[in-house]
Nanobody
Framework: QAQLAEFGGGLAQPGGSLIIACVYS????????VGWFRQAPGKEREGVLC????????YYENFVRGRFTISRDTTKSMVYLRMNSLEADDTAMYYC?????????????????WGQGTQVIVSS
């Protein structure tokens, strides 16, 4: 079974940047579509941005507004989420997961093999 693990979270200042990473256990996942999600205290898990399986592009939730990007390093079996212009509302536990359906958006129900999450706190 595919395993993913997130790391790199921490404290960032408003307006600052942070890069978090997702490492996957199987090189066969190099071609799998990955999604990034987050869950703030007292709120439901929501999508952040998600790779599309067939189109080869990425779906972005509206609140990303060009601030976040996804990238890969297949030599390291890593997927990165770069977050710029961070806001206090970006404080959450961040998760990566593999797309398990043909959906094109960032619906958590379309994803599986969830990691344990990494905490991001945006505060001055």
């Amino acid at each position: 079974q595919a395993q993913l693990a997130e790391f790199g979270g921490g404290l960032a200042q408003p307006g600052g940047s942070l890069i978090i990473a997702c490492v996957y256990s199987d090189r066969n996942m190099d071609r799998e579509a990955v999604g990034w999600f987050r869950q703030a205290p007292g709120k439901e898990r929501e999508g952040v941005l998600c790779e599309r399986r067939n189109a080869g592009d990425t779906y972005y939730e509206n609140f990303v507004r060009g601030r976040f990007t996804i990238s890969r390093d297949t030599t390291k079996s890593m997927v990165y989420l770069r977050m710029n212009s961070l806001e206090a509302d970006d404080t959450a536990m961040y998760y990566c997961a593999l797309r398990h359906t043909r959906g094109d958006d960032c619906e958590p129900a379309d994803f599986g093999s969830w990691g344990q999450g990494t905490q991001v706190i945006v505060s001055s």
